[in-house]
């Protein structure tokens, strides 16, 4: 397996305020996924990124796999972005899908 | 229209009880995991089944057994229960065994008392 280190591990942020979550991978990853999971315990697969740059809305991800890293960036947050982010990787076909620890997110109005 | 949905929600239950968790996805693919997120909130499989097929299998207790009758179904039966089998689990499933896109469940929560 691999190891996964999120950071920051929790932040706070005025609503309005931008943000930047990064994700460090032990080793190169071929599956690299984003999740957010809300206040009520849902986990909503946000984006999968094995290399690259997708936006979705105020969201978007980088990940720089050569770097071995990911980054999600939320722009203008609202109080519905609270929760907590993870990311995940997987190393190579028939591996496990490895979460990191997550970054705890809260939006103040 | 729920793609991936389990029951029930919400389970309390005693120890050294059976208890059964019923998984069902309607996306079609052909993988389903069964992940266990502990009171830290950390995320962590247990088992995976790729057409029927047991392909990732941690270390958990053996009180712990899935089953998948077919691709769309997985489910997870736990025997004799313990206090520290008090946790969320959540049931996924994705196209492929490499994993693409996974998508869970709303997760059942388990409370052994």
């Known amino acids: 397996g691999i190891q996964v280190e999120q950071s920051p591990p929790d932040l706070i942020l005025q609503e309005g305020a931008n943000s930047t979550l990064r994700c460090n991978f032990s080793?190169?990853?071929?599956?690299l996924q984003w999740f957010h999971q809300n206040p009520w315990g849902q986990l909503i697969n946000l984006f999968y990124?094995?290399?690259g740059t997708k936006q979705n809305g105020r969201l978007s991800a980088t990940t720089v796999a050569t770097e071995r890293y990911s980054l999600l960036y939320i722009s203008s947050s609202q109080t519905t972005d609270s929760g907590v982010y993870f990311c995940?990787?997987?190393?190579?076909?028939?591996?496990?899908?490895?979460f990191g620890t997550g970054t705890r997110l809260a939006v103040r109005p | 229209d729920t793609a991936v949905s389990q029951t029930p929600k919400y389970l309390v239950t005693q120890m050294g009880n059976d208890k059964s968790i019923k998984c069902e996805q309607n996306?079609?693919?052909?993988?389903m995991y069964w992940y266990k997120q502990d009171s830290k909130k950390f995320l962590k499989i247990m088992f995976s089944?790729?057409?029927?097929?047991?392909?990732i299998n941690e270390t958990v207790p053996n009180r712990f057994s899935p089953k998948s009758p077919d691709k769309a179904h997985l489910n997870l039966h736990i025997n004799s229960l313990e206090l520290g089998d008090s946790a969320v689990y959540f049931c996924?499933?994705?196209?492929?065994?490499?994993?693409?896109?996974?998508?869970f469940g709303e997760g059942s929560w388990l409370t052994v008392v």
């Open positions: 995940a990787g997987k190393k190579s076909s028939g591996d496990k899908l490895t």
């Open positions: 089944y790729n057409n029927k097929e047991l392909i």
């Open positions: 996306l079609g693919h052909d993988t």
């Open positions: 996924a499933s994705s196209q492929g065994r490499i994993g693409n896109t996974i998508y």
């Open positions: 080793d190169s990853v071929n599956n």
């Open positions: 990124i094995p290399s």
